[in-house]
């Protein structure tokens, strides 16, 4: 995820402080780790820096001083470039389950035990999220959020059922006796 593009698509509404777009970050992304506000302004800095965004203005209003930002037709391109760009598909997906069937295999494990704890383990943030996205007042961002990662742990559960079925020929590949 790119935080300088969330940045550039949060200030495409108009200008904003640093404040401002943390707290909006953080609502527009609820499943998302939370930007941290040293985040937040060290990327407005070099979206300056860069020619993205501009300060727009700054004043204290009774308060500590803010900056607001926004962002210059350059960083009205960069968005747009960035937004309409297809993100390839991985070829293969590197994938810190596998290396753990395999690594358990290579070293006398139970590859079987360990596909089942993480089946249960992915069940049961499945359970959590099925619970957050129909929580009473989820809202729709949430709900996305929740269903997209739903998918990717139920895609996941499919090929840990796949690769337990073939879990003898693996072993056999990958430590033959």
């Known amino acids: 995820m790119s935080t300088r593009h969330i940045l550039l698509g949060l200030l495409a509404s108009g200008p904003s402080h640093g404040?401002?777009?943390?707290?909006?970050?953080?609502?527009r992304f609820p499943q998302a780790r939370p930007l941290a506000y040293g985040q937040a302004y060290t990327t407005l800095q070099r979206l300056v820096r860069d020619g993205l965004a501009e300060v727009d203005t700054t004043g204290s209003d009774g308060g500590p001083e803010r900056t607001a930002y926004r962002s210059t037709e350059a960083g009205v391109r960069e968005l747009a470039r960035w937004a309409g760009e297809v993100a390839p598909p991985a070829p293969f997906v590197a994938n810190?389950?596998?290396?753990?069937?395999?690594?358990?295999?290579?070293?006398?494990g139970d590859p079987a035990g360990y596909l089942r704890e993480q089946q249960a383990a992915h069940k049961e943030r499945m359970r959590?999220?099925?619970?957050?996205?129909?929580a009473d007042g989820a809202d729709l961002a949430t709900v996305l959020s929740a269903d997209y990662a739903l998918d990717h742990l139920d895609a996941d559960l499919r090929w840990m059922t796949t690769t337990g079925a073939r879990l003898a020929t693996l072993t056999a590949e990958v430590a033959p006796t």
């Open 19 to 27: 404040y401002d777009l943390k707290r909006r970050h953080d609502q």
């Open 96 to 108: 810190e389950i596998f290396t753990k069937v395999v690594v358990s295999i290579l070293s006398g």
């Open 128 to 134: 959590e999220l099925t619970a957050v996205k129909t």
